[in-house]
């Protein structure tokens, strides 16, 4: 069984009957580097997992800290434009509770899922070329998706579901799955105008040594 650390959206939101979070645990067609090869997952991977596979939500792939399930209901799993997307309702534990908390704060923002290959293709480089093995994941099976610490590769965000829905009324487009990558971009964009520098104060060059002065030296 293999864990892949990869990033995806998270986003948190507080409905009446409890806390939910969604988000990305793969993205398709990304390639990033892990230990001495890239990876990338193919759109389609997940398809036949998702309909067969007992699928657990878990919090940093902890088999102990169980946060939904898809044949309970309580986690549905799909795959969108994106990747592979899943969304969980929150048991209320404390633990649930907690990592709720730190998604909401921003201090957990990417995701992973836990799996074994079925179909992948490898591209080895030239003995010349100094580039990385590359493996494509074609099929895989599903054993666990879960929001991380540590992601194999950082390249999304995530925020409150609340802070994402006014950002999307503000620019009257919905909030769905397929926009939350762009809008989270969009959000943490930073588009705070460069400061003006501050004049400093310079002591008067000295002066290149003239004629004058090597006749001195004679």
């Known amino acids: 069984m293999e864990r892949r650390y990869t990033p995806g959206v998270i986003e948190a939101r507080q409905e009446d009957a409890g806390m939910t979070i969604v988000g990305h645990a793969s993205m398709f067609d990304t390639p990033y580097e892990l230990y001495g090869f890239k990876e990338q997952v193919k759109r389609g991977a997940f398809k036949k997992s998702l309909k067969e596979a007992d699928v657990a939500a878990l919090w940093n792939h902890d088999p102990n800290v169980v946060l939904g399930r898809n044949r309970s209901g309580t986690l549905r799993l799909s795959e969108d434009d994106n990747g592979l997307h899943y969304e969980v309702d929150l048991p209320n534990t404390q633990s649930a509770r907690d990592l709720y908390t730190l998604i909401e ?78 809008l989270m971009a969009l959000r943490n964009k930073d588009t705070t105008p460069e400061p003006e520098p501050e004049p400093q104060e310079h002591s008067e060059p000295t002066p290149e040594p003239g004629i004058s002065h090597y006749l001195n030296a004679i």
């Open 105 to 182: 704060r921003g201090d957990i923002y990417q995701s992973s899922f836990s799996f074994e290959i079925v179909k992948e293709d490898w591209e080895f480089p030239e003995e010349s070329d100094r580039d990385l093995p590359h493996r494509t994941i074609r099929e895989v099976r599903l054993f666990d998706v879960s929001p991380v610490t540590y992601p194999a590769s950082p390249t999304t965000d995530v925020d409150v579901a609340r802070a994402i829905r006014s950002l999307a009324e503000a620019m009257g487009v919905e909030s769905d799955a397929d926009s939350v990558p762009d």
